[in-house]
Structure formats: C-alpha cells, structure tokens
C-alpha cells in the first residue's frame, strides 16, 4: 500500500525558515515528479513546487527566492525548505507523487506564520 508521510510543519514566526519531508513508501512504480500543494482555509487547493526525475524544478511565483525544494532519490524523499516565512504562506502543504500513471497525496503538514 502506497504511503505519502510527511513532516516539519508547524508554527513559525514571520521571516523564519520551516523545512518540510514527504517520504514515499509502499512500491511506487517509476517515481516522476514530486511537488508540494497547499490549501489555505477556505481557498483552492494551489501548486507550490515541483521537482522531475531529472531535477529540473518550477515554482509558483509568490514562493520564488524563498523556496527550495530537492529530492533523495535513493530515499524516495521529496523536501521543501521554506526560508522568507510570510502570514500568507499559512496552509496545510500536500505532498504530491506522480507515479507511472497516478498521483498519490499526502494527507497533509499544517504551516502557521503567525506573529
């Protein structure tokens, strides 16, 4: 069974640094890209990042500079360091896996920045 865990979020203030780990277990076939979503309340589901197989990345505009996301291939581990913190990069940050034909999701990390 195909699990997405992922961890480091929490509260932080503005301008702080949050790192965040989604680690893929469970046989995914043929990892592509891996990225990270987020969900503010009351808001559509929005792109964050992603990184391909190749290690070509893209990112949304707004998190551009302050956002890095990398990979562990050998760990099946996609991370996004978020450095720059603002009040409206609060949301709970998905996971994302692109396996073969499928996407799998995480169930999701909560991000505060909150003075």
């Known amino acids: 069974q195909v699990q997405l865990v992922e961890s480091g979020g929490g509260l932080v203030q503005p301008g702080g640094s949050l790192r965040l780990s989604c680690a893929a277990s469970?046989?995914?076939?043929?990892?592509?890209?891996m990225g990270w979503y987020r969900q503010a309340p009351g808001k559509q589901r929005e792109f964050v990042a992603a990184?391909?197989?190749?290690?070509?990345?893209n990112y949304r505009d707004s998190v551009k500079g302050r956002f890095t996301i990398s990979r562990d291939n050998a760990k099946n581990t996609v991370y996004l360091q978020m450095n720059s913190l603002k009040p409206e990069d609060t949301a709970v940050y998905y996971c994302?896996?692109?396996?073969?034909?499928?996407?799998?999701w995480g169930k999701g990390t909560q991000v505060t920045v909150s003075s």
């Open positions: 990184i391909s197989s190749g290690g070509g990345t």
């Open positions: 469970g046989g995914i076939f043929s990892i592509n890209a």
């Open positions: 994302n896996v692109v396996g073969g034909p499928i996407a799998y």
